[in-house]
């Protein structure tokens, strides 16, 4: 069973950056399409990114151009580069494994002044 676990979240500025974190306990995360999904309050989950095992990256439309999703030389954790963050960005980010069903605990993300 694999075991996902974030960090990395925080307060920032709109504008400001942060790098998110996912790292496997128990498992390794290389050779898995590894997303990032995200939950704003009162609102449902959406998809964010997700890093294929080919290497390949998509990116939900609100983020192109400001996210990027990578993995590690070890292909163990996967991080997301948040730029130019917006309050509309405010979430709890969760990294999500979907041939194993698994979710991490997920992280908090807050874009205020």
């Known amino acids: 069973q694999v075991q996902l676990v974030e960090s990395g979240g925080g307060l920032v500025q709109p504008g400001g950056s942060l790098r998110l974190s996912c790292a496997g306990v128990?498992?390794?995360?290389?050779?898995?399409?590894v997303e990032w999904r995200r939950q704003a309050p009162g609102k449902q989950r959406e998809w964010v990114a997700r890093?294929?095992?080919?290497?390949?990256?998509d990116y939900a439309e609100s983020v192109k151009g400001r996210f990027t999703i990578s993995r590690d030389n070890a292909g163990n954790t996967v991080y997301l580069q948040m730029d130019s963050l917006k309050p509309d960005d405010t979430a709890v980010y969760y990294c999500?494994?979907?041939?194993?069903?698994?979710w991490g605990q997920g992280t908090r993300v807050t874009v205020s002044s």
């Open positions: 890093t294929i095992n080919s290497g390949n990256t």
């Open positions: 128990r498992r390794t995360l290389r050779g898995y399409t």
């Open positions: 999500f494994l979907p041939a194993l069903g698994a």
